[in-house]
């Protein structure tokens, strides 16, 4: 039904889950843009020429909801047949959360505003440059991820326990005193034990996309934390280098 206006993108599996992307744009060589710049990032990518397309692709969506579940959804505003206001309204009006980037040469405040009046969930004009767009899906992706987690209120693992209501970490009994910075670090490595972290990944959760610096800060974090954590922090026990990929706990 789509093979001549929506196209499926298989991208590399990032470390962790594949997000799935839909790219709904009407000009090639912009399309053709976000494609390469999102399958750089490991996500996975359907794109739509046009409103109809896109419509009839998420009509299907909620048939198969398991097998063609989305993860965030990039939306041009001037599009043919059916214009992004009205694509946004129908998900909205479905009672569907994905969230939605909305794209458009269009950047006054009302129009901006209007986007998001209608359920855009971040709004970018064009030109823009694909470092910011990627930034902003990962911020979206994972403000959706937070959400949708439960809310532990005590991690642990082995002799630590972090509390993230109080803030606290303990030791094998003792209270550790850790930065904010090294705090947030434990706190995403015991969240998802096992999962190996490249720098970049770290630098983006824990300092933000608008980070200007060196990504060495990752390492010097995490000697800091392994001095606070490890019996041995040259032979360590809960951070561990995988070497070539980042870091992981446990």
Known sequence: MYTSELAKYSARADIGQTNRILVVEDEELIREMLVVALEGEGYEVIIASDGRTAIEYLKSCEDNSEEMSLD???????LPQINGLDICRFLRHQGNSVPILMLSAKGSETDRVLGLEVGADDYLTKPFSMRELVA????????????ALPQVQVLKHKDITLNPQECRVTVRGE???????EFRLLELFMSYTRRVWSREQLLDQIWGPDFVGDSKTVDVHIR??????????SHPEYIVTVRGFGYRFG
């Open 136 to 147: 902003r899906c990962r911020a979206l992706l994972r403000r959706q991820r937070l959400s």
């Open 224 to 233: 800091w934390l392994r001095e606070k954590l490890e019996e041995d922090p």
């Open 72 to 78: 965030l959804v990039l939306l041009d505003l001037m």
């Open 175 to 181: 209270e550790a005193n850790l930065s904010p910075k």
